[in-house]
């Protein structure tokens, strides 16, 4: 079992930076593949980006690609997401999620409850 918490959002003004953190329970958090996803108002959940057990392989929703960095330490249990260049069309609850590896990014097996970014124009 992990549990997760986001931590970090807020309310920022367009061309801020951001950075939120998903605090995880349990000694398996360094054996999950770890995910962010977004969803805003009115749309469907999205994926953001991920980060593979050991950290050394990542990937980017191309919405994100250039402006967000994904990191994780497992010492911490620990998993960020450094947002840069926000606009409003970041606006969205993020969601950081657990999952194994070799199972679909957009099926994991854990989720935290989400923190609200809001970008204002």
């Known amino acids: 079992q992990v549990q997760l918490v986001e931590s970090g959002g807020g309310l920022v003004q367009a061309g801020d930076s951001l950075r939120l953190s998903c605090a995880a329970s349990?000694?398996?958090?360094?054996?999950?593949?770890m995910t962010w996803f977004r969803q805003a108002p009115g749309k469907e959940r999205e994926f953001v980006a991920s980060?593979?057990?050991?950290?050394?392989?990542?990937s980017y929703a191309d919405s994100v690609k250039g402006r967000f960095t994904i990191s994780r330490d497992n010492g911490k249990n620990t998993m960020y997401l450094q947002m840069g260049s926000l606009g409003p069309e970041d606006t969205a609850v993020y969601y950081c999620?657990?999952?194994?590896?070799?199972?679909?990014?957009?099926?994991?097996?854990?989720w935290g409850r989400g923190t609200q970014v809001t970008v204002s124009s």
């Open positions: 349990g000694r398996t958090f360094s054996t999950y593949r």
């Open positions: 999620a657990a999952g194994r590896n070799w199972a679909p990014i957009n099926k994991p097996d854990y």
């Open positions: 980060i593979n057990w050991r950290g050394d392989s990542t």
